[in-house]
């Protein structure tokens, strides 16, 4: 049998004689005469096992084995308690300090073999257990990864097609599609500045940019008509919220779930007289309150082929003369608060003319 036994003992007869059995059965022996020296050496030496003697000068073995047990380094080092001392009240302090095993003086060396032999075998088998649950927490960790970065790659194309669904939608009478960026920047800060929880927040950030998507289906004598509606186009214009529904629904993706939500619901008005439910207050979904302010304020502050680009501030004042009736005033209130990031984040986006 090979391995490295830390044999300590403070009595010089005890360490030769236990030091000739253990060399004959293979073993390497290192001495140590206190509980301090042993605490050393364990750390040092690394032994497969210790035989620990109780009684000992400078620190017994009990403490010794207490600092060892508790000690990551020299924790998993199996210990045998070996004393004459062997008294019940030994036999508990020991047991405490996280002792392995315990054997009496004078010692059976048939009985010590045994049980050294045993415990080496699950020290064995605990480090093999350990190495193979390491591996496999490694190999777990590879394959997560690689599974993550899939997901993100998935989630990325996602996100990308989702983008690019929003940017169609508002082609026809926005070619940069910079409108549909700046909405979702501008929901982004609302949400925020609402104190929503980072997932709504993050979400509306892509789904807003969807909100007029039902622009697909009217025509374009409608949608980029250079001056007022007539009553009967209006409601043809009217349908691009029902149809922006229709398109979006059906989905799974937390993402398009919510887009489906802001196209139905972000032309209602906070007081009740906004299209096509006539909604009022917070019947409205959140995400469409938010989105009905920044849209209102971007396109009120573009150049489009049918009207002309107002300024900042008569859009700002607009919105703020419209809370309670047409705006969430909680919505408004934040848009007020944020109004100087939102103005950065149209002159970053802004449309090229």
């Known amino acids: 049998m090979e391995g490295k036994i830390l044999n300590v003992d403070d009595e010089e007869f005890n360490l030769e004689f236990l030091n000739a059995f253990l060399t004959s059965r293979g073993f390497e022996v290192i001495d140590a005469k206190d509980g301090r020296e042993a605490v050393i050496l364990a750390t040092e030496k690394k032994p497969d096992l210790i035989l620990m003697d109780i009684m000992m000068p400078i620190m017994d073995g009990i403490e010794a084995t207490r600092i060892l047990k508790r000690n990551k380094n020299t924790k998993d080092i199996p210990i045998i308690i070996v004393t ?3 008294h019940r009240e030994n036999k508990a302090r020991a047991a405490e300090a996280g002792a392995d095993e315990f054997i009496s003086k004078p ?3 048939v009985e010590l073999e045994i049980r050294i032999k045993n415990l080496l075998k699950i020290r064995e088998y605990n480090a093999l257990k350990t190495g193979y649950q390491t591996h496999l927490e490694d190999e777990i960790f590879k ?3 690689k599974l993550r970065k899939l997901l993100k790659e998935k989630e990325l194309l996602s996100y990308e097609t989702i983008e690019k669904l929003g940017v169609a939608g508002e082609y ?3 070619e940069t599609g910079k ?5 979702g920047k501008f929901s982004e800060v609302i949400a925020e500045g609402i104190g929503l929880c980072k997932e709504f927040v993050d979400t509306i950030k892509l789904a807003s940019p969807l909100h007029d998507i039902g622009k697909i289906g009217i025509p374009d004598r409608i949608l980029l008509k250079p001056a007022s509606l007539t009553p009967e186009e209006f409601k043809v214009m009217m349908r691009h919220t029902i149809i922006g529904k229709k398109i979006l629904s059906g989905s799974i993706n937390p993402v398009l779930k919510m887009a489906e ?7 209602e008005k906070w007081n009740g007289t906004g299209y096509p439910r006539g909604l009022k207050g917070e019947e409205i979904p959140l995400e469409g309150r938010i989105v009905s302010v920044v849209d209102s304020f971007d396109a009120m502050t573009s150049k ?3 009207k002309k680009s107002f300024s ?10 419209l809370s309670g009736s047409s705006y969430d005033p909680e919505v408004v209130k934040v848009f007020i608060e944020k109004f100087e990031e939102i103005k950065k984040i149209k002159e970053q986006y802004k449309d090229e003319n």
């Open 84 to 86: 004459a001392a062997a």
């Open 143 to 145: 394959k997560t990864e």
């Open 172 to 174: 026809r009478d926005d």
């Open 312 to 321: 900042y501030d008569f859009a700002f004042n607009e919105i703020k003369k």
């Open 179 to 183: 409108h549909v960026k700046r909405v």
């Open 261 to 267: 939500k802001i196209a139905f619901s972000h032309h």
């Open 304 to 306: 489009r082929v049918y």
């Open 107 to 109: 010692i059976d060396l």
